[in-house]
């Protein structure tokens, strides 16, 4: 037992690893420093691979959206000048318009969430007229509403001269959805849905012969007869110069017989493995 005022002794063990720990803790922090400071003269990336983005990182966009309620909603809108197209954007269920816009004077309830607004910002930076409508309830419905955008989205492109030009939309789970169904009523250019694997048994029940419950294809894009299917439809029309495009992306989906670009990457990389 050790006597009373007696000065315990350090454990050895503890005084020979403190250099070593110091030496140590000094190297990684050295290390760290020069990952930072020292990449080349390049700004640091996220650990993903892609470029940090500031919050906004649009100087030359501004928001200055006009707000309107039509049929009972919330219609918000901004048009950069000469714009090149439009783009209808669908939120998903609990979202609304005012989501897309920053908090201004003239949308004092507008709230900006962060990636709703950067694809706003990204869109007028691109020149695209933007419209962002509410829907009527907590999640969007393919009935009647469905009606009620279309025909908004109508009025407000004829109202500011815009009806010539493309139109796409973008939606996200209810809203990806309600883009899919609204594709029936209304010619976009293109659409993008995200988190929602679309409603496209809306679109045209001839479609639902051509996949299966799982969105594959039946048969080799050669044997079904889309155009057949596509020539029923009077409100699609296809450009007889892209008949020899789909065809060809047909049969890539059946993925049994054609030509693809998808694993260029690795191609290119075998190629040039070997150029020495």
């Avoid at 940090?52 to 909603?73: A, D």
């Avoid at 048009?79 to 920053?102: E, Q, Y």
């Avoid at 029309?237 to 065809?247: F, G, I, T």
Wanted: net charge positive; aromatic share 10%; hydrophobic share 45%.
């Amino acid at each position: 037992m050790a006597k009373r005022g007696a000065k315990l002794k350090a454990w050895p063990g503890l005084q020979n690893c403190r250099v070593p720990v110091v030496v140590t803790c000094l190297v990684v922090i050295l290390v760290l420093l020069i990952l930072l400071f020292c990449n080349n003269g390049k700004s640091p990336d996220s650990s993903f691979g892609y470029p940090i983005k500031k919050w906004n990182s649009f100087e030359s966009v501004q928001f200055n959206p006009t707000i309107e309620l039509r049929n009972g909603t919330d219609v918000i809108w901004q048009i950069p000048s000469l714009p090149k197209a439009v783009l209808f954007v669908a939120h998903g269920c609990d979202g609304r318009a005012a989501n897309f816009w920053d908090r201004s004077s003239s949308c004092p309830n507008c709230i900006g969430l962060p990636e709703e607004r950067l694809l706003v910002l990204h869109a007028l930076a691109r020149k695209f007229a933007v419209i962002t409508i509410s829907s009527a309830g907590r999640c969007w419905t393919f009935g009647e509403e469905r009606l009620i955008v279309k025909n908004i989205i109508q009025w407000w492109a004829q109202t500011h001269n815009l009806e010539s030009l493309p139109l796409v939309a973008l939606g996200a789970s209810s809203g990806g959805y309600f883009v899919s169904a609204l594709a029936t009523n209304l010619r976009f250019s293109s659409i993008t849905l995200m988190i929602a694997a679309g409603k496209f048994d809306q679109m045209d029940i001839t479609v639902k012969s051509f996949v299966d419950g799982n969105g594959y294809m039946k048969k080799d894009g050669r044997a079904t007869r889309w155009k057949e299917a596509l020539r029923e439809r009077k409100n699609l029309v296809l450009d007889k110069s892209m008949v020899q495009h789909v065809q060809e992306e047909l049969n890539l989906a059946f993925a049994h017989h054609e030509m693809t670009s998808l694993q260029s990457e690795q191609i290119f990389k075998w190629f040039e493995s070997h150029l020495n």
